[in-house]
């Protein structure tokens, strides 16, 4: 079942308590999928994931404890990069050399 924006906003104004708050939250998710699904050029870094996961959990922060270096991260960009024009999936390589980020443990 898909509902329109308009029935979200007229169950957001429910009476019924749980109708309302399951309402509001769906189109809070809504909201959010949205701003990620308009982003274009830079903004389409893997990174900005992060903001969506942030709508299912705002405490949570990027899960990996290292980057791969500059350049190797950068290639492997590239790498995706031509994935995603050719149509040939993307398999991504282990990092030969890791940055910690400041802060994470392993």
């Known amino acids: 079942m898909t509902l329109a924006d308009?029935?979200?906003?007229?169950?957001?104004s429910s009476s019924d308590e749980t109708i309302s708050a399951l309402a509001t939250e769906v189109k809070r998710l809504r909201l959010g999928i949205r701003e990620h699904q308009r982003q274009t050029g830079h903004s389409l870094c893997w990174l900005n994931d992060l903001d969506l996961w942030r709508?299912?959990?705002a405490t949570v922060e990027y899960p990996h404890a290292t980057l791969p270096v500059g350049d190797e991260f950068f290639a492997q960009c590239r790498r995706y990069y031509d994935s995603r024009l050719?149509?040939?999936e993307y398999e991504e390589p282990e990092p030969k050399t890791t940055i910690r980020l400041k802060g994470k443990t392993p």
Do not use: H, I, N, Q
Not at 6 to 12: H, I, K, M, Q, T
């Open 6 to 12: 308009a029935e979200l906003d007229r169950l957001c």
């Open 55 to 57: 709508l299912l959990d």
């Open 86 to 88: 050719t149509g040939v």
